[in-house]
């Protein structure tokens, strides 16, 4: 199983980022996808979901408006367009599939995001 994060980078406030990340070895299309986000000194969070379907999303409050999650079952692709950034979204990106009722599942290695003038 890989998952594969990348799309991180340096960016300033108000700047967009797209995150995808690549998977294999597992069945991508049964699977709910998440991105996790950690900054340093705090816990993993979790900033947007999307379901097996691709119906249902849902976003961090902090996020709402500004993040985009997608799927594309076909390429084995997961991504998080980001708008409008802000130095509070800096942080390690991480990409997680999940089977339910698994809590945990599978994770990627992380992209970093730093938002700084």
């Known amino acids: 199983v890989q998952l594969v994060e990348s799309g991180g980078g340096l960016v300033q406030p108000g700047e967009s980022l797209t995150l995808s990340c690549a998977t294999s070895?597992?069945?991508?299309?049964?699977?709910?996808l998440n991105w996790y986000r950690q900054a340093p000194g705090q816990e993993r969070e979790l900033v947007a979901s999307?379901?097996?379907?691709?119906?249902?999303?849902n976003y961090k409050d902090s996020v709402k408006g500004r993040f985009i999650i997608s799927r594309d079952n076909a390429k084995k692709t997961v991504s998080l367009q980001m708008t409008n950034l802000k130095p509070d979204d800096t942080a390690v990106y991480y990409c997680?599939?999940?089977?339910?009722?698994?809590?945990?599942?599978?994770w990627g290695q992380g992209t970093q995001v730093t938002v700084s003038s």
């Open positions: 999307i379901d097996s379907t691709g119906r249902r999303k």
């Open positions: 070895g597992f069945i991508f299309s049964a699977y709910d």
């Open positions: 997680n599939a999940r089977y339910p009722p698994d809590t945990n599942g599978y």
